[in-house]
């Protein structure tokens, strides 16, 4: 199947900088879009950022001027840089991956999950 590998996160302060990486490997035919969600405890799991194959990028209103997604598609890997950080940005990162897994069946696919801590 699909694997999705999530690496970077940890804690910083108010204003600080994460970066977040993921790398997608497994059985890929094709990427349709690779992506960024987070979730706090009690709470429903919301969009921070995808990138599609084409380039197309949807950033949540929250995150915008803040944080930068990019895709390096030979590498099948997702980034995620972030900036300014603020408290409210404090949740478990997850990766996602809208993949093709045969020729003719994708399926949403999902990271662990990294935490990010935003605190002084």
């Known amino acids: 199947q699909v694997q999705l590998v999530e690496s970077g996160g940890g804690l910083v302060q108010p204003g600080g900088s994460l970066s977040l990486s993921c790398t997608a490997s497994g059985s890929i035919f094709r990427i349709v879009a690779m992506g960024w969600y987070r979730q706090a405890l009690g709470k429903q799991r919301e969009l921070v950022a995808t990138i599609n194959a084409g380039g197309g990028i949807d950033y949540a209103d929250s995150v915008k001027g803040r944080f930068t997604i990019s895709r390096v598609n030979a590498e099948n890997t997702v980034y995620l840089q972030m900036n300014n950080l603020k408290s409210e940005d404090t949740d478990v990162y997850y990766c996602?991956?809208?993949?093709?897994?045969?020729?003719?069946?994708?399926?949403?696919?999902w990271g662990r999950g990294t935490q990010v801590t935003v605190s002084s």
């Open positions: 996602n991956g809208k993949i093709y897994h045969s020729m003719t069946a994708w399926d949403d696919f």
